[in-house]
């Protein structure tokens, strides 16, 4: 096959030729070779060019020339190093030249010898190779024909430019290639890190959303019968027969909580199938086993879209919750406010508060619980706020703001 010679720091990669322009190659110079040996032989000659009186010089020129072709083209010295494709090279272009000075036929093989030029060196040293090849070319034809013609010097020097510009064209457009091939695979490589990125995006998202809702209905529901458990205990006489069953609920209930953080599926909001979220609000603060609660709505109420609706939802239930298992307060109030841009909601209680500052909840003290969170990260995947104000022994205040939709804001304005 036709040796590839590596690249070197001050020239280009060559260009990897196909299999099929190799096979062409080879067949053309085996052509070339054998026309020259052919005619000597057979003593053919032309007006222009009468037949050699060397018919074994040109044979064995010929074989020469096809010899050191064929040691170049098979050897790995030559494909691996392009000082070695330049000994080569020089080694065929000396078999080639004591052919033409034998036969003026030699000079056919100038073309195949162009491209092997053009393909092994550097553009700086194949454009002065090709040149001094076809002035041997034109040299030989001066040499060996009775007259001279413009067809002599047109003939070589024009091979010699559609060489050029063949190579020079094929190594440009392999270039491009290759350019938008690695285009490609960088394309392709960033895209399938963008799905990536986006899938793992959209499964931390959902664990989250996920966390959320079982942290506000199954793991708060599991925490209110256990704390509707303790006091039915306490109300208990001694030695009664149903202490030890509550105690083993009081058990199954603290198993159930820690088994429900692990538990993945979506829920929906059934307090808001049954009303407006004001009136999912109202019950919620009916239902309150702790302190006191009392709702309050100001503003004129306007449908929220259904995320609105869970968000504040939830947020309210996991605030009350907060207030009665931590906060040991008498009183406490969630407030719904329709502004013109927003919507506000705010849990207020007199407990024993917290530092907010601290990290932590009002819960166990070193612990930062997941309640607090989980309702900023509702509150910003909204693009709301969500803010905590407390102080130990003096409450704990809640709120949450979410902007209006475009639509909740013009039906507002309208009215």
Known sequence: MLPTATATATAPTPVPVTRTLRLCLHALLAGL????AVKAL???????????????GVVAAALLMAAVYTVGTLSPAVAA???????WLAALAAAWLVLLALSPDGLWAAFPLYFLQLHLLPVRWALPAVLSTAAAAIGSFLVHSSRVTPGSFIGPLLGA???VVTVLG????????ERRRELIDELMATRAELAAAERTAGTLAERER?????????????????????AAQRALPDGSAAAPHIERARAA??????????????????????????GALERLSASSTGPRVRFSL????????TPYEVALLRVAQSALANTVRHAEAARAEITLTFMDASVTLDVVDDGRGFDPAAGGTAGRAGSPGFGLPAMRARAESLGGTFTVESTPGQGTAVAISLPLPLPARSEEAAA
């Open 33 to 36: 070779l054998a026309l020259p």
């Open 42 to 56: 057979t003593g053919a000659g032309t007006a222009h060019a009468p037949h050699t009186t060397h018919p074994a």
């Open 81 to 87: 190093s392009r000082r070695a494709a330049a000994w």
């Open 161 to 163: 430019a559609v060489a």
């Open 170 to 177: 094929y190594e440009a457009l392999y270039r491009e290639s």
């Open 210 to 230: 996920l966390a959320r809702e079982i942290h506000d209905t199954l793991a708060q529901g599991l925490s209110s019968i256990q704390l509707l458990l303790r």
């Open 253 to 278: 209930a603290q198993d159930n909580l820690a088994e429900a953080r692990r538990f993945v599926r979506a829920l929906s909001p059934p307090g808001l199938e049954r009303g407006s979220l004001a």
């Open 298 to 305: 100001s503003g004129t109420p306007t449908e929220l879209p």
